[in-house]
């Protein structure tokens, strides 16, 4: 069934926020483009979320935040970085950051990363929803991956409209473009994608402090990033049976003891397990020994992560 538009009333921002909590999946507006959101703390609902898009990856994901207060739970702000948050938000302007200890986004919404995207949006309708919600969604653009990112509530439900619950109207997106991504995880702030924020104005209320990845302005997939999770333990993939010494994480039914990412072998489930199994075995383990994964569906990403996490420079 094609997920319904609806404009935000008293009644349809609690439909939402019940879907949401839920674990679904609802579009909603923002100032740039429409956002596919879930509960950023639920991987379940993020890998549903992945699974939606039809990424290939599980690329890291924005955290949408409606107060600073709440962007301070997740993130550790420097100083020019609570000065540029100020600046720029409510806005087109997403931070890049250190986490705090303990944020509320899931690891597989972060890619396993320790760092995190947040960006406060200017739509009415966005802040609402993540106000009623109380707590940070997150939302890559509402386009099944390789598509154009939307504009208008119609977009989505053509886009994506089998798979999703509700789309929140909130007319067509004033700017269009996505926002503006800096991180300023490493001094001088990096500006990873160019968007709604001119660059020039970032980089005059940075006082040139701000450096672009290359002339041509392109941008590092992801992946490529160094900080990206890599564990201690060694991985061997695709194997039938852990070897003597080796942990085992398993896939489908299986009599090996060790962790199983889903024992009934659905990708959705498994994907949202990746990153806290691996983390648990990494703890305690020196060698991990990993069952194949089926390369359909969310299959690719999470082999995608695997062959990274299994690389070693
Ligand atoms: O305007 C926007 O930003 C829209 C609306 C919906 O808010 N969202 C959006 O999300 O464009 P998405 O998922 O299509 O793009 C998010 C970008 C990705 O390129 C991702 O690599 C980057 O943010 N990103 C997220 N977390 C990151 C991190 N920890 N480090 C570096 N890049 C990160
Ligand atoms: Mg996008």
Redesign the pocket.
């Known amino acids: 069934m094609t997920a319904k538009i609806v404009n935000l009333s008293e009644e349809t921002l609690q439909l939402a926020v019940d879907i949401l909590r839920k674990g679904g999946l609802v579009a909603m507006p923002?100032e740039?483009?429409?956002?596919l959101a879930c509960d950023a703390s639920n991987a379940e609902a993020v890998a549903k979320l992945y699974a939606a898009k039809g990424r290939p990856q599980f690329?890291?994901?924005?955290a949408?935040i409606s107060s600073p207060e709440m962007a301070k739970r997740e993130a550790l702000f420097s100083p020019v970085a609570g000065a540029t948050a100020s600046q720029f938000w409510p806005g087109?302007l997403?931070l890049?950051l250190q986490t705090t200890d303990t944020p509320t986004v899931c690891d597989l919404a972060?890619s396993g990363?320790d760092?995190?995207?947040v960006?406060h949006?200017a739509h009415p309708v966005a802040q609402a929803l993540i106000e009623a919600f109380g707590g940070p969604l997150v939302?890559?653009?509402a386009n099944r991956s390789g598509h154009i990112s939307p504009t208008r509530a119609e977009h989505v439900q053509s886009d994506l409209g089998e798979e999703i619950d509700l789309i929140l109207d909130g007319g067509p997106c004033e700017r269009g473009l996505?926002?503006t991504?800096v991180?300023f995880v490493s001094e001088p702030a990096l500006l990873?994608?160019a968007?709604?924020i001119e660059t020039q104005s970032l980089a005059n209320f940075l006082e040139g402090k701000l450096h672009r990845r290359d002339e041509s302005g392109a941008i590092n997939a992801?992946g490529q990033?160094k900080s990206h999770y890599a564990p201690n333990a060694t991985l061997r993939l695709n194997a039938d049976a852990p070897a003597e010494g080796e942990a085992w994480l398993g896939f489908g039914p299986s009599e090996h003891a060790g962790l199983n990412l889903s024992p009934d072998g659905d990708l959705i489930e498994a994907a949202s397990k990746l990153f806290a199994m691996l983390r648990a075995l990494d703890q305690r383990f020196d060698r991990i020994a990993v069952s194949p994964i089926p390369n359909t569906g969310l299959g690719e990403a999470i082999n995608d992560r695997l062959e990274r996490a299994a690389h070693r420079d």
């Open positions: 923002t740039t483009v429409y956002g690329n890291p994901l924005i949408h087109p997403t890049v972060r990363l760092t995190i995207a960006r949006p939302a890559p653009s996505e926002s991504i991180s990873l994608r968007g709604s992801p990033m």
